[in-house]
């Protein structure tokens, strides 16, 4: 009813405007979106909110703009163009970024508070810009030379930040920089995060501030024991030989320590760097350190390289003896998270854990007795939002009341509403929330299918407080002229072969007419740690591809993230078989509407996704017309360590059958339908060898095959004239293989 409303306000004030949806326009400027806003913050003082937006000229430059709660105005805080006209990115930071899924964006990627809320830490392009609020005109360049991973301590007394594989800090007081570490160098780095913690532990950095600003516990790893891969880039002009450290499943990680640091005390009299023994088993991964609130305690995560067991351990600072807090174990993996949280009021921690069959909260004393748990029930959390011990509440994010949208809700720290949670966010739909420190205001970005995201500052049980940007779908918005043509998404559900719910959604073509049967365009990822049914903004391929015809649909299968373990762990030990059971269900499902074609049924995927329509296409091109596959894994045993043993369950050499199973070439004889192959041929995620593999295969059966590679480009050939191509020729394939030509 509200979509139908706006379309009615919008023809009766602009009827000749409308045009139709295209690539070029999806992939231009500005955003369709509207002023979108990323990394938003609430200043320590609650006097500013900050974040990141694209400039009009080009979505993909990102300033630092703020929100001034005192006047209620809106500037741009710090133009990147102004402190680096031209960016020369080091081979490092494009590494890093593509880690970061951010490898398209330029200008200001992220930045940081002073406690005080005077000050800002700015890095761009290498450099490290100090920004002080009051005079943002005036910021100054406080180091440069590559400089990763940037920080302000927490009491405000330094700037911390990695250089060269060491770590160094700067004293604001009198400007002196300080290098803490000196070994880093070769296959040593210290505070960083290796390739598979970037990659797949969510770890983006190596390092840890006490919160008074005593001391840093860091990661130094080495590298040395991992496989070299010489792996070619091939360019358009020349081809580069990488010789990169790549620990793919069964081989040697790098061998990982923990130290600590003392900041304090200088020249001749400061201490050597101690470390933590992190136990007699190097074949381990270091996923998570911090301190306590009064650190005093450095905690560490250790999981086993079966990722079967998790364990929290205390050391304590001064002497560095260890206790083991407790001890996560599954008979499949243990997930790891970022939702441990120490209370400064009491000696006791928040922790999450799935050891119930869903992911909830419970509170431990420092001894690593279980207090109670915070949240309980037949739902569960995605993360911990924040804290607020004064109000003994904690804000989380949660499905909890549809699977396929996000909300906020607050739960007791006592735990007396465990099962109960009061919801804060209002609108059904997807709701991204950023709190202030203390809890006490938080700002909701909210969107659905029908209303591009909405940034607003609210108080803890969600009343507004103001607009930070309200955009609003009228006619001066960049999406207004295609909205009349707008077609809505419908969400529905259907039942797996083990009677578990499957999510879908679906966006019936233009000119939709149910006498009439259309051609299917299947989206589908299918793999472990990610949604792609969701009430949320922004799909506009799914919208052009509807536009243009199809019926297009997706479905999250069993192994798809913010379910249940029950969901999650049917993939374990083989890859590929439920997925693809389950999306074949959906086909099935779809093959009994009677405005769905059933000949004329295609399937994309990217990464996984492209794994999935390989998989798909083999199991059943008696049901899938075609397929278009980008950046596929075809064997698992090319892939890292940490992610294919987690979900595989074994090494190569271990379990062979098992890598057999869940890879493509065991399945390929069953291919029949037409297949479009993509990939890039730098890619530095899944490598380039895995489609080349998968080349000499398909030849080696004779099966014909459409193939597009991007010279230069990496895992999500991200440069905008390659994303403009790649989906134009998605389409085309799609268009030259189903038609959409509507038939009776």
């Known amino acids: 009813m509200r979509l139908l409303v706006c379309l009615l306000a919008f023809l009766s004030i602009m009827p000749a405007s409308a045009e139709k949806l295209t690539l070029d326009r999806i992939h231009g400027d500005p955003s369709l979106a509207g002023p979108g806003v990323r990394s ?122 990695v250089r060269a594989q060491n770590l160094f800090i700067i004293d604001l007081a009198t400007g002196a920089e300080r290098q ?13 995060a290796e390739f598979v913690a970037q990659e797949e532990m969510d770890q983006t950095t190596g390092y840890y501030w006490a919160p008074d600003d005593s001391a840093i516990a860091y990661k130094r790893y080495d590298e040395a024991p991992v ?92 002497t560095l003896a260890q206790t083991t807090l407790l001890t996560e174990t599954s008979t499949t993996w243990v997930s790891i998270h970022d939702d441990l949280r120490f209370l400064k009021n009491r000696s006791a921690f928040i922790w999450a854990s799935e050891r119930s069959g869903r992911k909830h909260l419970y509170l431990y004393d420092m001894k690593g007795k279980l207090l109670h748990p915070i949240t309980k029930g037949e739902w569960g959390i995605d993360n911990v939002l924040a804290v607020d011990e004064a ?22 720290l006592d735990g007396s509403n465990a099962d109960k949670p009061a919801r804060i966010t209002l609108g059904d739909g997807w709701h991204e929330n950023s709190f202030s420190r203390n809890g006490q205001l938080f700002v909701d970005t909210y969107s659905n299918p029908q209303t591009p995201p909405q940034v607003s500052i609210r108080k803890a049980d969600g009343s507004m407080i103001q607009w930070l940007e309200h955009n609003e779908l009228n006619a001066t918005h960049p999406y207004a002229k295609f909205l009349p043509d707008h077609l809505p998404t419908e969400f529905g559900t259907i039942k797996a072969h083990d009677g578990q719910t499957l999510h879908y959604s679906m966006i019936k073509p233009a000119n939709f007419d149910a006498t009439k049967r259309y051609p299917v365009f299947l989206f589908t990822y299918g793999g472990p740690h990610s949604q792609r049914v969701t009430r949320t903004w922004g799909n506009y391929f799914d919208q052009y591809m509807a536009q243009q015809g199809f019926v297009v649909f ?6 798809s993230s913010r379910r249940e373990r029950a969901f999650t762990d049917v993939i374990y030990n083989n890859l590929g078989k439920n997925e693809v ?9 779809l093959a009994k509407q009677s405005f769905v074609d059933p000949q004329r049924v295609g399937v994309f995927g990217w990464s996984y996704g492209g794994f999935m329509t390989l998989r798909l296409l083999s199991a059943a091109s008696d049901k899938i017309a075609m397929g278009v596959s980008v950046a596929p894994v075809t064997d698992w045993a090319l892939y890292d360590t940490h992610y294919t043993e987690q979900f595989v369950g074994a090494t190569p050499k271990s379990d062979p059958q098992a890598y057999a199973n869940s890879g493509v070439f065991a399945h390929l004889d069953g291919l029949k339908s037409p297949l479009l192959l993509i990939h890039g041929m730098a890619d530095d995620n ?6 080349t593999r998968l080349i000499d295969n398909l030849v080696n059966r004779n099966v014909k095959f459409d193939l597009m590679t991007y010279p230069g480009a990496k895992h999500g050939i991200s440069a905008r004239s390659s994303q403009r191509h790649v989906y134009g020729l998605i389409e085309a394939f799609f268009k030259k293989n189903l038609g959409v030509t509507e038939k009776k």
């Open 227 to 318: 496989p070299v891969v010489r792996r070619f880039e091939i360019f358009a002009d020349r081809t580069d030989v990488v010789e990169q450290h790549y620990p793919a499943a069964g081989d040697p990680n790098v061998l990982v320590d923990l130290l600590v640091v003392s900041t304090t005390a200088v020249g001749q009299n400061a201490p050597a760097p101690r470390k933590i023994d992190l136990g007699a088993n190097r074949d381990i991964y270091l996923v998570r350190a911090d301190f306590s609130a009064d650190s005093k305690t450095i905690v560490y995560q250790r999981q086993s390289r079966d990722q079967k067991k998790l364990e929290l351990i205390a050391v304590d600072a001064a």
């Open 554 to 559: 997706r479905l999250d299968n069993r192994g």
């Open 686 to 691: 899944v490598l380039f060898t895995n489609t």
């Open 40 to 161: 938003l913050r609430v200043s320590p003082d609650g006097e500013r909110v900050t974040f990141l937006r694209g400039r009009e000229d080009n979505q993909f430059q990102l300033d630092l703009w703020e929100f001034n709660t005192k006047d209620k105005s809106t500037h741009r805080l710090v133009d990147s163009k102004l402190l680096v006209p031209t960016e020369n990115l080091s081979p490092e930071e494009k590494a890093r970024r593509e880690r970061a899924r951010t490898a398209s964006l330029s200008g200001i990627l992220s930045y940081s508070w002073s406690p005080d809320g005077k000050q800002l830490l700015v890095p761009i392009a290498g450099d490290l810009f100090l920004v002080d609020v009051a005079h943002p005109d005036q910021a100054r360049k406080v180091a440069s030379g590559n400089v990763l991973d940037p920080k302000i301590s927490p009491r405000g007394k330094f700037v911390s930040f």
């Open 180 to 192: 803490l570490t000196n070994d880093g160098q070769g296959t040593i780095h210290n505070a960083e």
């Open 391 to 412: 109000a003994g509440k904690v804000f989380v994010a949660s499905n909890r009341d549809a699977v396929i949208d996000k909300q906020a809700y607050a739960v007791k």
């Open 581 to 589: 059971e389950d999306q074949v269900t959906g086909i099935d499902w």
